[in-house]
């Protein structure tokens, strides 16, 4: 059995998940591939997308693995099953946990969820939450405009503040009083959507149910590390650009952060050596 979690995601949104992981479960070496050469991937085929996640995975799973994370919600929604089918580790998706934090959550029964096209268009939130709720209301909607905001590191000031504003007009004056940020890219956006959306809404990061699970996976199957890794534990890749991936990386984490870059479709298949 491997030594690491694995963690992807289309860009540099799943290391909203890697901190709140970090932060739960300290001892433990993350392996990560933000695939932000082929970003966004919410407007592509559900058929496209699997065959990403499925190169992505080949990938990292000759570190080995422990436990695999897919940390994007267009991936979990179109590859969770197919991956927990196939792979010899747990496989965890971001949607499931973010759905049960909302219900934990709202006080009227009035749930938004903003993601990417393809997220929303699964309406992957929507039947999760009305399996555990059927009496909540949920008000979906789509943001394609956030995801290349984040990916070009716009995370604040005016430009990302309108840019939040036009994305969440339809979602004022539905009446929610808890919003699923449907794409793990939006909580690097979160100070400006809470103050578009005001102190009434609560936001609901699904990272931190996220890792909740994953720590009871690991326990209950006797996999949790018992030492801290080195420094150099973690490693980062990105088929895109290295440089502002790191940028994004140690502004969002807080400490220096070693990416490396590596090219997606076939090549992935290349050992990390």
Known sequence: MGSAIGVFDSGVG??????????????ERIVYFGDAARCPYGPRPAGEIRRFAEEIVAFLMQFPLKLLVIACNTATAVALETLQERL?????GVIQPGARAA??????GRIGVIGTIGTIRSRAYETAILRVNPQVTVVSHACP?????VESGVLRGPAARAAVERALEPLQGSGIDTLILGCTHYPLLQPVIQDVLGDGVTLIN??????????????HRGLLAENVPADD????????????????AEEWFGFPVDVRHTSPSMSLARSPA
Do not use: C, Y
């Open 206 to 219: 699904s990272a931190e149910e996220t890792a909740r699970e994953i720590s009871a996976i690991l326990a």
């Open 233 to 248: 534990g973690h490693r980062f890749f990105t088929s895109g650009d290295a440089a502002l991936f790191r940028r994004i």
């Open 145 to 149: 405009e956030l995801v290349p905001l």
């Open 14 to 27: 799943g290391l909203t998940v890697v901190k709140e992981i970090l932060r739960q479960l300290p001892r």
């Open 88 to 92: 010899p580790v747990p496989v965890v």
């Open 103 to 108: 219900i934990k959550a709202t006080k009227n």
